[in-house]
């Protein structure tokens, strides 16, 4: 059966009484001026009301997850991310380049001056209030 795009409005509203107005992907309350018929692009198939911004995300991942995968699944590599993401690397030794937030915060407000990166080379400008021009 496919739907007709008059018979997607009333479809979307029931889909969306079904899931209980809840986003599959991000487990929040979808308002009606929110939600999304989301379909698989391969086959066809509607799957569920998403908010417009996970159905986007969806999409995007998706796109990125097959450019990524070196010809196979997209699916595959996304599932292989998350089962590595979960894995547990606590023995493994610190990043040199990782910070803690609370340090990286803290040397951000030590800065006074503004600087400008340019090519490898950081130049510290001194800030200077302006004063207002003089009318003619």
Request: proline share 4%.
């Amino acid at each position: 059966m496919k739907l007709k795009t008059s018979e997607i409005k009333a479809y979307r509203e029931n889909q969306l009484r079904n899931q209980g107005s809840i986003c599959p992907l991000c487990l929040t309350k979808i308002e009606k001026n929110e939600a999304t018929l989301d379909h698989c692009h391969v086959t066809g198939n509607v799957r569920h009301v998403l908010h417009r911004s996970c159905n986007g995300a969806e999409g995007r991942i998706l796109s990125w997850a097959g450019r990524r995968s070196k010809g196979s699944c997209p699916k595959t590599f996304l599932k292989n991310l998350i089962r590595y993401w979960e894995m547990d690397f606590q023995e493994n030794p610190l990043h040199p380049k990782h910070g803690l937030p609370k340090k990286r915060r803290a040397s951000r407000k030590k800065s006074t001056s503004s600087s400008k990166t340019t090519r490898g080379t950081t130049k510290k400008y001194k800030t200077t209030k302006r004063t207002p021009r003089s009318k003619k």
